[in-house]
């Protein structure tokens, strides 16, 4: 069985009333679990304070290191292709660009912005 997960809206709420539309399968599931685990910042999650990238860190390398091991880690990931960051010094504003291929061998993108 693959990758299942509730999709999320543009607004990054879960889908509901839909039935099975509002589920994320596979390919869709591993990038919309990929971009979510990299917008989380360690110690946010009660489950889990481990879980998530040390954004407190003034060491963008290390940042940037770390965010790379959490898309690789995140299940339904094969490997990292491609990862971009640019910072915005007078917005203060991260942006995250990077491709995967997962392991139904298609490539994902993942555009995220974190402020």
Request: hydrophobic fraction near 40%.
């Amino acid at each position: 069985m693959g990758l299942l997960t509730r999709r999320l809206d543009a607004n990054w709420d879960m889908s509901f009333g839909n039935g099975l539309h509002d589920q994320a399968r596979d390919a869709e599931a591993t990038a919309q679990n990929c971009q979510a685990r990299i917008q989380v910042m360690r110690g946010e999650w009660f489950l889990n304070i481990n879980a998530g990238v040390g954004y407190l860190t003034t060491k963008r390398g290390i940042i940037e290191a770390e965010m790379k091991q959490t898309l690789i880690d995140s299940p339904g990931v094969q490997k990292l292709t491609q990862f971009i960051t640019s910072f915005g010094s007078s917005t203060r504003v991260l942006s995250v660009y990077a491709e995967l291929v997962n392991i139904y061998g298609t490539t994902a993108t993942i555009r995220s912005t974190l402020p």
